[in-house]
């Protein structure tokens, strides 16, 4: 059966227009990527089935659409870019295109951070003032920013969190000062407009990429240091507790996904809410099956727990990119059935 553009994910559309290109413009395209979108690039190119002639025909009209938003943007700046996009989409297609491109254009300044080893850059910020290494990481590429995190000093891991999720917009000056003092060490540095980074929902990103030990430290510091901070993180987040906040089907639908003995160790040393609310939507078999392995666990360690929880996490947090299922995140998010 055909595959349908609306039912595809971002990387197997990508997947679509690198397949389409042909093997020399795609090999000209990886040069391009780091070993991480590489991988997964070529991932879903070896998984993508038969995409319909009409679903590509989508595809590669919205990739020309975003290719155009960004060059008329780089070249004539937003208000010039708005003008000619509107002319050419309608207004309503014109204003997704500049939404969809925003962080990418916005981040252009600092390429060479989001291109360069996490390990170059936290040797580079090791020394440098809580609010250095918060402004630098709030350019960083989310993963980046998780893995420097989680090799930071657990007090220092607190005090850049709380400075990256309360910045704002940034001048030129102030961009050009950490870039001179930069470039010593990088290169490629170039001039930027007002810009908006760090904040909490580009935080939330990174904690839903930091593993749990230093998700729990990290909350834990920052709920005696701004309970309201640390609540409005986690509310755009999930986390293993949060399972306990899906639907029934949700549960169902992503226990399909999940390994059974990571499920057991999983639920070894979670709290009895979490505990019920996936057991009570197993099979009668399934249960027995679980509780029996979970009988039979000793001397399980609380990394190997913490593990199987962020493996379970994993797999949820990519059934929601995929339009699987839904997570409410809160007040704002009303979910229409």
């Known amino acids: 059966m055909a595959a349908k553009s609306k039912k595809l994910t971002s990387a197997a559309k990508a997947a679509a227009v690198i397949i389409s290109l042909g093997t020399d413009e795609a090999a000209e395209v990886y040069k391009y990527l780091n070993e991480d979108e590489i991988e997964t690039l070529s991932y879903e190119?070896?998984?993508?089935?038969?995409?319909?002639?009409?679903?590509?025909?989508?595809?590669?009209?919205?990739?020309?659409?975003?290719?155009?938003?960004?060059?008329?943007?780089?070249?004539?700046?937003?208000?010039?870019?708005?003008?000619?996009?509107?002319?050419?989409?309608?207004?309503?297609?014109?204003?997704?295109?500049?939404?969809?491109?925003?962080?990418?254009?916005?981040?252009?300044?600092?390429?060479?951070?989001?291109?360069?080893?996490?390990?170059?850059?936290?040797?580079?910020?090791?020394?440098?003032?809580?609010?250095?290494?918060?402004?630098?990481?709030s350019y960083s590429r989310a993963e980046q920013a998780s893995q420097i995190l989680s090799e930071l000093p657990k007090d220092l891991q607190i005090d850049v969190l709380w400075r990256m999720a309360n910045l704002e917009s940034v001048s030129p000056a102030v961009v050009k000062m950490v870039e001179d003092v930069l470039e010593k060490r990088f290169s490629s540095v170039v001039s930027?407009?007002?810009t908006e980074i760090g904040g909490i929902n580009y935080v939330a990103d990174v904690m839903n990429h930091t593993d749990r030990t230093t998700e729990k430290n990290i909350f834990?510091?920052?709920?005696?240091?701004?309970?309201k901070l640390s609540n409005d993180i986690r509310k755009r987040m999930f986390v293993f507790e949060d399972i306990t906040q899906l639907d029934n089907i949700s549960i169902q639908r992503f226990l399909r996904d999940v390994n059974s003995q990571d499920l057991a160790v999983a639920l070894k040393g979670s709290d009895e809410d979490v505990k019920q609310a996936i057991l009570s939507n197993m099979s009668k078999?399934?249960?027995?099956?679980?509780?029996?392995?979970?009988?039979?666990?000793?001397?399980?360690?609380?990394?190997?727990?913490?593990?199987?929880?962020?493996?379970?996490?994993?797999?949820?947090?990519?059934?929601?990119?995929?339009?699987?299922?839904?997570?409410?995140?809160?007040?704002d998010d009303e979910i229409i059935a």
């Open 220 to 227: 834990d510091g920052l709920n005696e240091r701004d309970p």
């Open 45 to 137: 190119v070896a998984k993508l089935d038969h995409v319909s002639d009409e679903a590509m025909k989508s595809i590669m009209e919205d990739f020309y659409g975003l290719c155009v938003t960004k060059k008329v943007v780089a070249d004539g700046g937003v208000i010039y870019a708005r003008d000619v996009l509107e002319k050419a989409f309608g207004a309503e297609k014109a204003q997704k295109y500049m939404d969809r491109v925003s962080k990418s254009l916005q981040t252009r300044a600092f390429e060479f951070i989001r291109k360069a080893n996490y390990k170059n850059i936290l040797m580079m910020l090791q020394n440098e003032h809580p609010q250095t290494i918060a402004f630098v990481l």
């Open 192 to 194: 930027v407009d007002m």
């Open 285 to 331: 078999r399934s249960q027995e099956n679980i509780l029996s392995d979970i009988e039979y666990l000793h001397n399980v360690r609380m990394h190997d727990v913490e593990e199987a929880q962020q493996k379970i996490v994993d797999v949820i947090r990519k059934l929601e990119e995929s339009n699987e299922i839904v997570i409410s995140r809160g007040g």
